[in-house]
Every structure is written in C-alpha cells, then in structure tokens.
C-alpha cells in the first residue's frame, strides 16, 4: 500500500502559536494557500485553492500550474483507501483538512482521509530520541533534502495580515509565491527523506493505537466553561493591573521588558541567566542572593507569569465553541509519555485554598475582585486554584485516576513480589514505610509520618540518595503544610536505607539495569536482559542506539551511547540529548536508577495508553488524559465500566496490580 505526504501553507488573521492548530484552522479568516503532496518516493506536486485558481479568476497567472491531474489522482488514491499520510506534526494538516480542505479546495475534492490514516514524521523523530522541529530533525539525520531555511520571510509575506490587517495577494506577487510553492515542495522532500530513514520507527501494534488515541482525544478536544472563564479573566486583568503597577514602581521597568527586567535583577545578585518561570522559582528558593527586597518584587514577576493563572486567557485564545483541541502531544517525553500542549493541564497549580468549587460557582456567577478576596483570599491564588474546574463538560464527566502506578509498576520490573503482594491486598504501604522509618506499630504511625512514608515509597524507587530526599522532602513538607514532622538529614537517611532493606530487588534491578547498559556499549549486537527488560546497542537509521526494550515490546532508545571517565576516575554512561533546561543537544549522562525511572515510566504509559484505547472502544469519549488521569464525557455507562476498561490491562502485563479510583465529577477536579 502507497505512503501519502501532504504539506500546507496558509494565511490567517489568528496566531497560530497563540490559539493552537485547532482554533487556527477554525478562524474564519483562515484560507488555504496551497497543498504539496507526494505519493511513496515520488516529487511531490502542488495544488492551489479555488478561490486562488477559479476557473474564471487569476487561473492565467499560473498557466504552468492548473491543476495538476496525478496530485489530484493521489488525493483520490489516498481518501479511497487505507494508505498511510504523513504530515510534519500532523495536528495541523489534521485540523486543516478537517476545517479547510473542502471549502479551499471544493473544485477539486469531495471527502477527506479517515483520521485513522494520518502519521507524523514529527512523531517518528520523538521516538528515535531525536528533535521534533523538521529542519534540525533533517539535521540530525544528515540528510540530503534538508528544510529551506529561506522560507520564514515567504511565511511573513503571504501568511501573516499586514499592519492593516489585509493580506499581500498571490496574484500581486507571482515570482514571490511561485518561491513560496518551492518552499512548500521542499518541506515535503524533507518529510519524505525523513519517514524514509526512520521507518524502523514506523508505528505498528499497540503504539499505532496510542497514536490513534492520541488523534482521536485531539480532535475531540477538551470542554471548557467560556462564560465563566470571561468572567475569571475581568478579575485576573484587574489583580494583574495592580501588580503590573507594583512592579513598575519598584523597577521603573514594564514586567515584559524581558532584557531589562533581568538586567535589574542580576544588578541585585538575581542567580539566574533568564526570567523562565522554572529559573524564578528556583531563585524564588534561595534568599541569600537578595538585595534591596529583590526576592520580593521577583514574587510579583513570578504571580504576573504564573502559567497556571494565564492559562485562563489561553482557554479563551485557544477554544472553538467551548472546545479547546490540541491539547496533548504524542511521545512529548523520552520514555513515550504524553505531555501537554496549549492548557498544559499537566503543570495546574496544586490549590492552596479549600473551597474551589465554592470559589469557581462565584466566579462563574459574576463575583467581582473586591467579592472574591473578600471571600477566599488574594484573587490570583484563588483563580490559580480553581483553575482545573473550568474544563467543564455540558453533562458531567467520568474521572478515574491511576493508583500509585509507578510505584507499582517499580516493584512489578523488579519483581519484588512482596510488595505487589501488598498492593493486591490493598493494604497501605506508605504506613508501612512510615513504620520501618520510625520503629512504630502500623496503629502507632502518625498522619504526618504516614505522610513522610508516602514520600519514601513514591520518591526512593529510582535510586535517589539522602541529600536529595532531604531536599524534595523540604519543598513538599511546605506544600503540603506538614507541621508535625521534623524533616533532617539523619531522619532523610533513615528513611532512604528503609526503603532499599524493604525494596531490595527494586534497588537490585537499578545496579542490574546499570551493568547491562554498560555491557550493551561495549559489546554492540549483544542482547542483555534484566527481568522483563533487555538492553543492546544497535545502528539503527544509520545511529547507533542503545535500545531498552519494555514488556510491552516498546522501546526507549538513547542515541550515541558512549563510556565517559568522569572526574573521579569512574566512568559514566552518556548519550546525545537536549540538555537538562536548555534549547542546546549535547552528552547527557544516565545511570542504572535513572534508566529504571524512564523503564517505569514508559511502563506506565503504555498501561495508561492500553487503558484509553480499551475506554474509546468501548463507546467513551476520553477528552483529556493528565499524568496518571483520565477524564471522558458522562454518557450513562457508569464509572464503574469506565475504571474497568482502564484497568483491563494487556497479556505482557500480567501479574502487574493495576487498580484506578474513580467518580462522576460536574468538572474536571484534582481526585
């Protein structure tokens, strides 16, 4: 069966890196430009729109160019059959041909690809551990046909409004769109080269059904509450217009004057190089660095980015309808899991008042600023807090929540039976922790100390050590509001050494796992397997990889592995990726606790992706699927049916003890 690649350039009043594919594509200032296609290694060929070439309009502009009868016949090959598309992040090409294709094209088509059919060479690149952007893909791969980095100015010219808010006109610029066709083309050589090399990543079996969840709750979408997230963004514009005046009072500078306002605080001892909300906090950590109260005008900066917060004006920019599409994104994490885009409901703010659904019904009813601090606190903590509840379905939703499945799924790698033993049982195990840390009877152990047990048990299975336990043990007592428990190093050490006496095949499989990635570098083309997993250095798309195979028959793969010395006369097991917090690749280092991590995780997504295909089959509508989360409209079935279908796990999983809680909800909330 032939391989299909399509390409799209358009114009639209909308931004497409505000609002999203979905809501780009659904603006109805968006049009078409043009469509390259290919069908397997043959040159691509373009098409234009009707409104570009009518019959009795501009079609003498382009005589070279009328409509091309094999693309024509390939658009006819591919919606008549089963073939596979591609597109380069796909999302876009998705949500174009579902809202444009026909209008733009009606002269020339009549229906459009099954949803099913789409691929992404975007996606492809992911797994291969590789970047997702098409032009330093191409780089990475070497490859001939690389992207024509000329075409950001064609982009501006023709696909972006004018100051005046009208567009330049193919008609008006024929050499300039002619170049803008051969940009297009380009795009689809590159994609054709990429998909070329890389399709021993080619989707089959249960990852191609991941990738059909994946188009599937995209193309449903996410519900949201478009009154009452209005009525959130009058409160948060005026709370933010007083601190925006805060903090030029204290800075004399605008808080987006990015260059500046980071030049003001390093003047003041500011440690960071950049005002990213993840470097503010961590700065936001350390007081010793303050001056001159600093520490406290990077508080206003942090509440004026907080994401959470501004994620109420991104639902409005991104949503169609009461529906915000495009939320997730296929393999956005190394081990294959999902991450978040647009909303990215992933990183919500964990609420720090009680009573969000109390706060959310007064927002949604119109309360005011003054009514709303009056009631619950500082309007921005309020709205950050109630943020989850205005992804709101019309019915109500199903909203079932994966239990502990990492640290199930740690002790089921490592087959510490005992421990799954306790989970079928459904006995608690974090009491159980808590009494090994603190020589207490389970009737004896404290709610703060069972606290502190949860987090050994959650937090020690990937080899961590005392200094950083004590650390996370710190920030979380904090969050948490934990005052009976005296956190130090001595009681971070205890409770470290519980963990591994308890867990010693856990903490077997992280020096297993280590030895048998070493052993895989120096011997490429042997197989080393430790319990359910196996490791082996292979060339693969002409990269040598170092290849962790999970239970599911997934892989995690890890490009250029190499042997380093490290300073301390030992040496590292190192490979090519984006390094920790920055836009640059380079050598990145992993080891035997950090492997096991990635193993669990993507054990863990493959449990959760199986679980979200069992649910869509089963006739759910899964909108939303969040860390360890899913949510699906209330249809009727039951909660109860829809836990089952997550909890129905495959054969290469037996023996793991999956077990998911779940209700009906009136909005999404945090179970």
Not at 157 to 182: C, H, I, L, Q, R
Not at 530 to 548: N, Y
Not at 649 to 656: D, E, L, R, S, Y
């Amino acid at each position: 069966m032939s391989v299909f690649h399509i390409d799209y350039e358009s114009r639209s009043k909308a931004d497409l890196t505000e609002v999203g594919a979905y809501r780009y594509a659904a603006d109805p200032s968006t049009r078409l430009l043009m469509m390259a296609i290919s069908k397997d290694d043959q040159e691509p060929r373009i098409l234009y729109p009707s409104w570009i070439l009518a019959p009795d309009f501009h079609f003498d502009l382009f005589p070279e160019e009328k409509p091309d009868q094999i693309a024509v016949a390939w658009w006819d090959e591919l919606v008549n059959s089963d073939s596979e598309v591609y597109a380069h992040y796909a999302g876009f090409e998705i949500a174009m041909t579902q809202h444009r294709l026909l209008e733009d094209f009606k002269y020339l088509f009549g229906a459009i690809p099954k949803l099913s059919q789409w691929r992404c060479t975007a996606a492809l690149g992911r797994r291969a551990a590789l970047p997702g952007s098409l032009e330093k893909l191409g780089d990475a791969l070497k490859l001939e046909q690389q992207k024509d980095k000329a075409g950001k100015l064609l982009i501006k010219k023709f696909s972006m409004p004018k100051e005046d808010g009208t567009f330049n006109e193919p008609w008006d610029f024929v050499p300039e769109f002619d170049a803008f066709s051969k940009y297009c083309l380009q795009d689809v050589r590159t994609e054709q080269a990429i998909e070329k090399r890389l399709r021993p990543f080619a989707l089959k079996g249960e990852s191609l059904n991941t990738w059909k969840v994946d188009c599937i709750i995209n193309s449903l979408g996410v519900p949201v509450n478009v009154d009452g997230l209005q009525k959130a963004k009058v409160v948060l514009d005026e709370a933010q217009s007083d601190l925006i005046e805060d903090f030029r009072t204290h800075t004399k500078l605008n808080p987006t004057q990015n260059a500046k306002v980071l030049a003001w605080f390093q003047a003041r001892g500011y440690p960071g190089d950049n005002m990213q909300a993840m470097t503010v906090a961590d700065a936001l950590k350390d007081t010793s660095w303050a001056k001159d109260q600093a520490d406290k005008v990077l508080e206003i900066k942090a509440d004026l980015s907080f994401a959470s917060v501004n994620k109420i004006k991104t639902m409005l920019n991104c949503q169609w309808h009461g529906v915000v599409r495009g939320t997730l994104l296929y393999y956005g994490a190394g081990p294959g899991r999902w991450t978040g885009h647009l909303i990215q409901p992933q990183n919500f703010k964990r609420p720090t008042i009680k009573d969000t659904q109390e706060a959310y019904a007064d927002i949604c009813a119109g309360f005011d600023r003054d009514g709303i601090e009056l009631l619950y606190g500082p309007a921005i903590e309020v709205l950050s807090s109630s943020i989850r509840h205005f992804i709101h379905p019309p019915k109500g939703a199903y909203d079932a929540d994966y239990s502990a499945i990492e640290a199930r799924g740690v002790c089921w790698l490592a087959d510490q039976q005992d421990a799954l033993q306790r989970f079928f049982n459904d006995e608690d195990s974090y009491i159980d922790m808590a009494g090994v840390i603190f020589n207490r009877d389970r009737k004896d152990v404290t709610k703060d100390q069972r606290w502190l047990g949860k987090q050994t048990v959650l937090g020690c299975g990937y080899q961590m050590g005392p200094p950083r336990f004590y650390d996370q043990a710190i920030t979380n007592a904090k969050k948490f509001n934990i005052k009976g428990l005296d956190v130090t190093m001595e009681l971070a050490e205890r409770a470290v050494a519980a963990y591994r006496e308890q867990y010693s095949k856990v903490k077997q499989l992280w020096y297993d796992v280590d030895k048998a990635a070493r052993n895989a570098i120096l011997h490429p083309g042997q197989r080393y397997t430790v319990q359910k997993l196996s490791f082996v250095v292979s060339t693969v798309a002409g990269i040598p990889f170092l290849i962790m195979k999970l239970p599911s028959g997934r892989s995690i793969v890890y490009p250029y592995p190499m042997l380093e010395d490290n300073d301390d006369g030992r040496t590292a097991i190192t490979y090519w990726a984006q390094l920790p917090k920055k836009q640059a690749w380079g050598r990145v280092k992993i080891y035997g606790g950090l492997l096991v991590e990635n193993a669990c995780q993507g054990f863990a997504a493959d449990i959760m992706a199986n679980g979200a295909w069992n649910a869509i089959n089963d006739g759910f509508e899964v909108f939303m699927l969040v860390h360890d989360q899913a949510l699906a409209h209330k249809n009727g079935m039951g909660i109860q049916r829809f836990c089952d279908a997550l909890t129905n796990i495959p054969a290469w999983a037996k023996g793991f003890p999956a077990k998911v809680d779940g209700k009906e909800v009136p909005f999404y909330l945090k179970l």
